[in-house]
């Protein structure tokens, strides 16, 4: 039995605030990911229009633009309820 739970094993009524404070942060941070994707996003776009592009330097954006989403995708599925619980 955790700190966290009553004799029977169920959670405490505070860890449902506990779990909406983690989720919030998580909302938080999953806005700001899809905000320094959007960025990047805009920042390869005008890289591309260059005629003297640092290929290397592009293809770096791009790597991070891909994990990026990557993430934003994990953290999404995360914030889906399990249906079977």
Same mark, same amino acid.
């Given at each position: 039995?955790?700190?966290?739970? =009553?004799? +029977?094993? +169920?959670?405490?009524? =505070?860890?449902?605030?506990?779990?909406?404070?983690? +989720?919030?942060? !998580?909302?938080? *941070?999953? !806005? %700001?990911?899809?905000?320094?994707? @959007?960025?990047? =996003?805009?920042?390869?776009? @005008?890289? *591309?229009?260059?005629?003297?592009?640092? %290929?290397? *330097?592009? !293809?770096?954006? $791009? $790597? @991070? $633009?891909?994990? /990026? $989403?990557? *993430?934003? +995708?994990?953290?999404?599925?995360?914030?889906?309820?399990? /249906?079977?619980?």
């Amino acid at each position: 039995m955790s700190d966290q739970e =009553d004799h +029977t094993g +169920t959670p405490r009524a =505070d860890d449902a605030s506990n779990v909406e404070s983690v +989720t919030f942060k !998580r909302l938080v *941070q999953l !806005r %700001e990911l899809r905000i320094e994707h @959007r960025d990047l =996003d805009d920042v390869i776009h @005008r890289l *591309q229009l260059d005629l003297y592009v640092n %290929e290397v *330097q592009l !293809r770096r954006l $791009k $790597k @991070r $633009k891909l994990m /990026l $989403k990557d *993430q934003i +995708t994990r953290m999404e599925s995360e914030l889906i309820p399990d /249906l079977n619980a």
